[in-house]
């Protein structure tokens, strides 16, 4: 009777007084000591007042119960597939909402629909994958700003896989600690593209010399960060690098010149398959036969392969100083012994040139650095 009653005033009432009833309705349901058929009766009022043409109606229902665990579940689901300005409480705010009610809304619903998932107060892993995979720019940058979002690590590479060429993204991304570190490398990717696509670079600089300079800037940025990640992150981005064709014997070399040896090893036991202690024991203390055929099977070429067991054993002997640097020891020392007494040609050479660039770079920072403290002393 009572449903009866509310449903025959609410075909002549008012917009305005169909709203504020709705609005009471809703929080008499949730604040009130109701018998089961009062519950029930209410609920059904609810319930037609979903279809109700004025928006301001179902918005005062959605404002009135959205934010409650009471709510009835069906009603919060209608709710929070109604327009924007009415789901947005459902959709933000509602505890009834399960990660699989989220992640189904986010694959069916607008980008306005994904944003407003974004800005839950909390946000689990499951549903962050969702906006990862799916989610446009806007969406995926309210997801990172979102404090109270649980990101998977592999989220966090999917975003930088899909969305890595946006700035504000690259910038969100770079500053989290927990990104992992192959992600880390897909974004130094998307700003040497980035820098390759500027007009005034290509003009100023030109296209060829400008792929050059980026593909340097790149490689040292990768083994910089190869020194500063966790031991278990290692593997998993040697194998990115591998994947993407980024193992190139020049990289190799500059991360061995740098020291990088944990890096470095972990990059051979991929290449040959070998098992990691041995490659340890072989660099670390191998004779120059057994290096050279762990390079080799590793598919560097004879002219190569002399090189690299050169610059291990400069390696070895240069950790056990502590003058100066290794890069600068390892490079300089690689340098007498080849470009002195011997006369490598084709792939040695450039690879040689390559540790040449290394070098004089080494050398211009030392003389930086000497500069900056004889002036700080004076």
């Known amino acids: 009777m009572i449903v009866d009653a509310f449903l025959r005033w609410a075909e002549t009432a008012k917009a305005g007084d169909r709203a504020r009833a709705a609005s009471a309705l809703g929080r008499a349901y949730l604040q009130s000591d109701m018998q089961p058929e009062e519950r029930k009766a209410a609920e059904m009022a609810m319930t037609y007042l979903l279809d109700d043409p004025a928006p301001n109606v179902r918005l005062a229902l959605a404002e ?12 919060v689901l209608s709710l929070a597939v109604d327009q924007p300005e009415i789901a947005c409480h459902a959709v933000t705010c509602s505890p009834i909402l399960s990660d699989t009610d989220l992640v189904d809304l986010a694959a069916r619903g607008s980008a306005v629909t994904r944003m407003l998932i974004a800005a839950r107060p909390t946000i689990s892993r499951a549903v962050s994958a969702a906006l990862a995979e799916i989610g446009e720019e806007e969406d995926v940058l309210c997801l990172l700003e979102n404090e109270g979002a649980s990101i998977a690590p592999a989220s966090l590479k999917r975003i930088a896989e899909r969305l890595g060429d946006c700035c504000e993204l690259r910038t969100l991304l770079l500053d989290r600690y927990d990104l992992p570190a192959d992600a880390r490398q897909l974004l130094t990717q998307h700003v040497s593209k980035a820098l390759l696509n500027l007009p005034l670079a290509q003009a100023t600089v030109g296209t060829m010399r400008l792929q050059r300079i980026t593909r340097e800037a790149t490689e040292t940025a990768v083994v910089s960060m190869a020194g500063e990640i966790s031991p ?12 993407c064709g980024r193992l190139t014997p020049s990289f190799l070399m500059h991360a061995l010149c740098c020291g990088k040896v944990d890096f470095f090893a972990s990059a051979i036991v991929n290449l040959t398959g070998c098992d990691e202690r041995r490659v340890r024991s072989i660099l670390a203390t191998g004779r120059m036969h057994a290096i050279r055929a762990l390079y080799e099977s590793a598919g560097l070429a ?9 610059a291990t054993l400069l390696w070895r002997e240069a950790s056990r100083k ?5 890069l600068g020891n390892v490079c300089g020392r690689l340098l007498d012994q080849f470009r002195h007494h011997r006369t490598p040609d084709g792939s040695a050479q450039e690879l040689l040139d390559m540790v040449e660039k290394l070098h004089i770079a080494e050398q211009r920072q030392s003389a ?10 004076a």
């Open 64 to 75: 009135a119960i959205a934010w409650s665990p009471a709510a009835p579940r069906a009603l």
């Open 232 to 243: 278990r992150e290692i593997p998993d981005l040697v194998e990115h690098l591998r994947v």
């Open 302 to 310: 004879r002219d190569i392969s002399v090189i690299f067991v050169e």
């Open 322 to 326: 502590s003058s100066g640097t290794m």
């Open 368 to 377: 930086r650095s000497y500069a900056y403290l004889a002036s700080a002393a």
